[in-house]
DNA sequence: ACCTGAACACCGTTCAAGT
DNA sequence: ACCTGAACACCGTTCAAGT
């Protein structure tokens, strides 16, 4: 163990820093624990476990995180800022409209797919309701339009009825079926219902054509 | 504790006790499993606690299931069971056709709902692989036709498709969309995130409908 | 055949104590 | 300000022993 060249902080600037024991205890905490649901599954999440493999005593977590409860509610909170950034990029890259509206649902179960253990504590029913509560306040709070991922899925359909390609309906109606649709297939991809990357693009790209279909506004 | 006249029993009809002590403890074990999710969740369910409830040992439980996860197994499998035959039930009562379809997605939705418990225990996540293989052979060596729950969405859209009313997209695939909507709905409706009793009809409703127009033959 | 009680190796969490 | 070690009240599971 040398000891290395420390960088000056600012006050207020508190950039990251890669060595966990004397650095950034809580984002180690937070990377460790995603690490290890990806690995084994939720309940194998042990604060014993992610203690000894950061080289840290078992209750060093105390300090940053009230309880185990509050450090699964960091993982969700932090799968929700990056789901919301994802999809807001896909959106944006299609050039928003009908094509941007696809990317999003295929930006939506991939999200899901590749970070299958945020997803998990997102939706799997591990947090009590008073945290899930707090999360969402945090997460329409910190961004800028004061929308969370459901709010810029409402907003995506109003533009489209706006431009007449989607049937005016309620939009927080159709928000929540088609976030029905995406979870749902998420949830069949994500659970090894489905074998092959491939197999989950085929049914993806089926399932929005469909829904796309279905909430269409009928030619008059 | 008065001793209570027990009915004679023939060989082979061992029909259900009310008292579990002596009566048919995997039954009563079973029902106080289901009893303790639903009112407490999945994560409180303990062998302990369930043993003290029932006026038995904590470990009296393994002289009927190998392990808790087996416990859990057979909610699951329970909830298999029931799920298909409530759909089975609406699907014949309503005629079967398009009206039946969405009697079988309206019943599936209440399932999920009135048996949130079995629900979370089927789809939360909570089976290892092997024993959710295990399920679906049982499931399926159990049914006189030899089709689970998703067999006999399939063969009800087969049906369809020879009727007319169903466009030729190939069954399975149809079924996995489908599956994903009435999927999506229930998890939004068991979580909470949807208020009252009418709401939940409501939402349902108009997804059968626009699941409907998506996946109509169209007409030439 | 069915159930018990003690024992074991694990948990999350608290708290006084260390630096 | 941040971390540790012992302690507490819980877990699931095993196994020899009871009836």
Redesign the interface.
């Known amino acids: 163990m040398g000891c290395m060249a420390r960088p000056v902080r600012r006050s207020g600037t508190r950039q990251p820093s890669k060595r966990y024991h004397h650095g950034d205890l809580p984002r180690a905490l937070l990377h460790e624990a995603v690490h290890t649901i990806q690995r084994d599954?939720?309940?194998a999440l042990t604060l014993r476990g992610v203690g000894d493999r950061l080289g840290v005593s078992r209750t060093a977590l105390y300090r940053h995180f009230t309880s185990k409860q509050a450090l699964l509610a960091s993982v969700a909170s932090e799968g929700f800022r990056m789901l919301r950034q994802e999809l807001d990029e896909a959106w944006t890259a299609a050039g928003r409209g009908a094509a941007g509206f696809e990317a999003m649902g295929r930006a939506y179960v991939r999200f899901a797919v590749r970070h299958s253990s945020h997803y998990?504590v997102m939706?799997?029913?591990?947090l009590d309701?008073s945290q899930r509560q707090a999360i969402a306040d945090d997460q329409r709070a910190n961004s800028r339009d004061e929308s969370d991922a459901f709010g810029m899925l409402v907003q995506a359909i109003v533009e489209q009825q706006q431009q007449g390609i989607v049937r005016p309906?309620d939009p927080q109606?159709l928000a929540?079926?088609i976030?029905?649709?995406?979870?749902?297939?998420a949830?069949?991809a994500i659970?090894?219902l489905l074998e092959s990357p491939r197999e989950i693009e085929?049914?993806i790209g089926?399932?929005l054509e469909?829904?796309?279909?279905?909430?269409a506004l009928p030619k008059s």
């Open positions: 599954g939720v309940e998990r939706f799997g029913g591990h309701p309906d109606t929540l079926y976030w029905s649709v995406v979870h749902g297939v949830m069949l659970d090894r085929e049914l089926f399932a469909r829904m796309r279909t279905g909430i």
